[in-house]
């Protein structure tokens, strides 16, 4: 089955599951907390189960690329899971940081063309050298086509990403380093 495509909205249900205490609220509630209708949650729900970004239960109280790699430092390359699960590809849960990382990032991060999912068909931040480098965290996000909407300066729950940016970078540079050397 092909991965689905995430959209903005599942990077902020992400966050605001990771964020809850607890058992996972109703989704009229996670829908009023981020802005957004319930079916929208449900959706992103869908999308990020589908990604196996998340169980169809509630996931943990740490955001998952770094839950994963507190648990391999742990228990270093002896622990492996299946990534994506059911593949039959195993991974240390370093590896599984790593995936999730990108799969997160992807969505703030520019395609071959430029374009950055979050800013939707917004060509200036493709184009523009002024503003090809802006990467905006919005309020809410477009549940039709998943852009960012309402006050685009959130320093909130979708910041959580830009942990992932950076370990993405990270990775990346050691690799480039490791296959220079």
Do not use: W
């Amino acid at each position: 089955m092909p991965q689905p495509t995430l959209r903005p909205q599942d990077v902020l249900v992400l966050a605001k599951l990771l964020s809850y205490r607890g058992p996972r609220p109703p989704m009229a509630q996670m829908g009023i907390d981020l802005s957004i209708s319930s079916s929208e949650v449900h959706a992103a729900l869908k999308r990020l189960v589908l990604s196996r970004l998340v169980s169809s239960g509630a996931p943990g109280n740490r955001p998952l690329p770094e839950a994963a790699q507190r648990h391999h430092h742990f228990y270093g390359d002896t622990l492996k899971g299946g990534c994506p699960v059911g593949s039959g590809k195993m991974l240390t849960l370093s590896q599984v940081a790593d995936e999730l990382s990108r799969r997160l990032s992807r969505i703030f991060l520019p395609d071959a063309t430029g374009r950055r999912p979050v800013h939707g068909d917004e060509a200036r931040y493709a184009k523009d050298p002024g503003f090809k480098d802006l990467v905006l965290f919005y309020e809410y996000f477009n549940g039709d086509d998943g852009r960012g909407v309402g006050a685009s300066h959130q320093t909130g729950c979708t910041t959580l990403v830009t942990r992932c940016i950076a370990h993405v970078t990270a990775v990346r540079s050691t690799k480039n380093q490791q296959t220079t050397a």
